[in-house]
């Protein structure tokens, strides 16, 4: 997806792994994505830069798109991360400058690495379903998976199982010795948590990883904090299970990992190490350098934004400027 939003460089100085216990409550803010979505964006913000390698959270709908067109995002530019779609309700037809054509609808996760640059859109077909509801979120690649080759991954399955009165769907990583397919750079998890039942559920985490909760439909408690739809609870490292107690229905998004230990400046759709890197893949965008041209879209592709009159700044997880 597009971030048409310019953010401040955010990064995470090198070795840096802090132990954050506290659970920080992050309700989102909606940003315009294209000409007819808006999205809530979780990540990054103020109190939060990342959870592990997750670097942006956007959370969409549910919309009623039954007389609108859905999702229209035109062609634009990647680097640095992976993009991981993962839909509830509706239908969105990705393209990619490596010649990829392929519809995801809930249940199925699309995946792209962008390595050193990808160019791809996302728009709704024509005929599409009535609502549409789901998430984007990135990845921050590291070093040396950030200056490789492109990639795309489409996956229809994905490991289910029931525990108690919990359906969980494996999106990347691993849970409970279950593995997901997807390829991910980091040690990194992200998982659907859907709730049947009206008994807590516990399950099991790992301590050197961080997390957060996002709650996409219904609501949630996590020890004495309350998750309303569309917001992200960050949980802090060192917990070796999570309690969860929700609304049957609810539909929540468990996502966690190794804190980024790289450095990560990130502005507009790129994900770099330094002003200069990102300057780089911008005048290359504007050149048609480097990112191709994608497959059947007839669009122009989306201009960059100016870059600031200052050089993009360092800062670390919390936003502070390092230098």
């Not at 990705?94 to 160019?119: C, E, F, K, Y």
């Amino acid at each position: 997806m597009d971030r048409t939003e310019s953010l401040p460089a955010q990064t995470l100085p090198s070795g840096a792994a802090p132990a954050e216990q506290a659970s920080v409550l992050l309700p989102g803010h909606d940003v315009p994505l294209g000409r007819y979505t808006t999205v809530r964006r979780l990540l990054p913000q103020r109190q939060r830069r990342l959870v592990g390698a997750w670097c942006f959270v956007d959370h969409f709908g549910p919309d009623d798109v039954a007389e609108r067109p859905g999702m229209e995002v035109p062609p634009h530019p990647h680097t640095g991360l992976q993009t991981v779609t993962w839909l509830l309700d509706g239908e969105i037809l990705h393209r990619d400058s490596l010649g990829n054509i392929q519809p995801i609808r809930p249940g199925q996760l699309n995946v792209m690495t962008s390595g050193n640059g990808i160019a791809h859109s996302e728009r709704s077909p024509a005929v599409h379903p009535p609502l549409m509801h789901g998430v984007q979120l990135w990845v921050a690649l590291p070093d040396p998976a950030r200056a490789g080759a492109a990639d795309f991954a489409h996956h229809a399955e994905l490991p289910q199982w029931r525990d108690g009165d919990l359906d969980v769907t494996l999106l990347v990583g691993e849970v409970g010795g279950e593995r997901s397919p997807a390829v991910v750079h980091t040690p990194l998890v992200g998982a659907q948590l859907e709730v049947r039942g009206p008994a807590p559920a516990t399950l099991p985490l790992r301590r050197d990883f961080e997390y957060g909760l996002l709650a996409m439909s219904g609501s949630a408690e996590v020890g004495d904090m309350s998750l309303e739809p569309g917001a992200l609870l960050y949980l802090g490292t060192g917990r070796g299970s999570l309690a969860v107690r929700a609304a049957p229905g609810s539909r929540l998004l468990l996502l966690g990992g190794t804190p980024f230990e790289e450095p990560l400046v990130m502005w507009w759709n790129f994900v770099g190490r330094s002003h200069e890197e990102i300057a780089a893949a911008r005048e290359d965008w504007m050149a048609g350098r480097r990112f191709g041209v994608v497959a059947d879209d007839p669009a122009p592709p989306l201009p960059a934004p100016a870059l600031p009159t200052t050089r993009l700044k360092a800062r670390d997880r919390r936003g502070g400027v390092l230098g």
